[in-house]
């Protein structure tokens, strides 16, 4: 299950729950991004407007690992035209909106609608050994790595509601 094929990837990467937002004058990057789950499948389509205009577009697969740690399963990206995006965006899909700040090593999402008030970091490794040495940001409230709740699969079905308890759990709270 966590061996590459082909065209898979292992995706490692850390969660961290942070208590806000960064200060945006220290991202070398920022994006904004739509993913929609298409539903009933482990598929993910996902816009991401571009610092200076333009967006990417991909198709994702992602297979969850069974187990804890860094090793978060299988990843397979491709990237689309905006007339292939267009085709598969008609199908029926749970969306969540986020802002990208790049804060190197880190991504640091921003979660709008429901989820406003969550703040994720992330940082994605090559090797295990790399996962197991990198140092958690200073301003974490917690690793939630290993909390299935924090993954983006989750989160686009989550009620504001849950969020609001769940976010209780590791002691930051936000408006319900």
Do not use: H
Not at 72 to 88: F, H
Request: hydrophobic content about 40%.
């Amino acid at each position: 299950m966590t061996r590459p094929g082909k065209y898979a990837l292992v995706e490692r990467e850390r969660r961290f729950l942070l208590a806000g937002p960064p200060d945006p004058a220290a991202a070398t990057a920022v994006r904004v991004i739509t993913d929609r789950y298409v539903t009933g499948t482990r598929l993910r389509l996902r816009r991401v407007e571009l610092d200076g205009g333009g967006c990417e577009l991909k198709f994702t697969q992602k297979v969850p690992a069974s187990g804890a740690g860094a090793i978060q399963g299988l990843i397979t990206n491709t990237y689309l035209s905006q007339a292939e995006y267009d085709v598969l965006a008609v199908l029926p899909a749970e969306v969540l909106t986020k802002t990208r700040f790049s804060l190197p090593p880190l991504g640091v999402d921003v979660f709008d609608g429901r989820l406003a008030g969550l703040v994720l970091a992330e940082a994605e490794f090559g090797t295990d050994e790399e996962a197991a040495s990198f140092a958690p940001p200073a301003d974490a409230v917690a690793e939630v790595t290993d909390d299935s709740r924090f993954t983006g699969g989750s989160l686009v079905r989550a009620t504001r509601g849950e969020l609001v308890g769940w976010l209780a759990e590791y002691g930051v709270e936000v408006e319900a």
